[in-house]
């Protein structure tokens, strides 16, 4: 019984790096692929530290892996939030169906020349001033 | 006997694992900004890792599992390196930075 669910976890963990790899390939932009990338490997590389401690049922490798999972799922939003600002302050691209840039309103460009940025035009709801 | 089931499934993770290293490299390829290429980068590491775990399963190795925490460890570092790199060098080859949500300062803005 052990030994299926130890399977179980693996191979959805699996599917979950697959998953995140796909969505890497197949999304449109760099922040969205940003966010499939971080948060469906995390959890895959989660549930495959779970399957480990559930192989070896020994204390000293359960803690690792808790603390392993509990360091990815630390490292992954801080990894996540740095690369995309570094992203956005450089001006990458974003997707053509982006319909709110909502960092826009708090961003200040250090060129006046914001025309030739490639950025799509934000909705009515990116234009409205902070309160 | 259960060593045949666990066997067959760490088996058949390693092969998705691979899968997902293949298709994240084309990424790393194709990617037409440097941004996708540091992404591409970041999950190739955290698939490194789980490759590691996978592969202590499959092999009985504990020691597979303190390689994958300090593989961890470095490729977070080496992240977080290449995000600030990058910014760092928009910002200094002039005028492709923005500044996003700081205070802002009276005296600047006069």
Partial sequence: MMEWAIGILMISGGLFSL??????????????RMHAATKAGAFGGGLMFLALAGFYMDLSITLRAVAA??????????????????AYCT??????RTRIDELAMVCEWCDTQSVSHPRPETGDAGQQPLP | MENTIITTCAEIT?????????????????????????????LVSVL???????????TGEKTFLDVAISYALIAFLGTVALARFRERLARRSA??????????NPEENQ
């Fill in chain 1, 19 to 32: 998953v995140a790899s796909v969505g890497m390939l197949r999304l449109p932009d760099t922040i969205i």
């Fill in chain 1, 69 to 86: 999972i509990f360091f990815l799922l630390l490292t992954a939003p801080v990894g996540a939030h740095l690369i995309g600002r570094a």
């Fill in chain 2, 48 to 58: 490194m890792v789980s490759y590691l775990a996978a592969l202590s399963i499959y």
């Fill in chain 2, 14 to 42: 390693l092969i998705l694992l691979t899968l997902s290293v293949i298709f994240t490299f084309v990424r790393l390829v194709l990617g037409p900004d440097p941004a996708d290429r540091i992404v591409a980068l970041d």
């Fill in chain 2, 95 to 104: 005028d492709m930075t923005c500044r996003l949500a700081e205070p802002s």
């Fill in chain 1, 91 to 96: 001006k990458v691209q974003l997707s053509e």
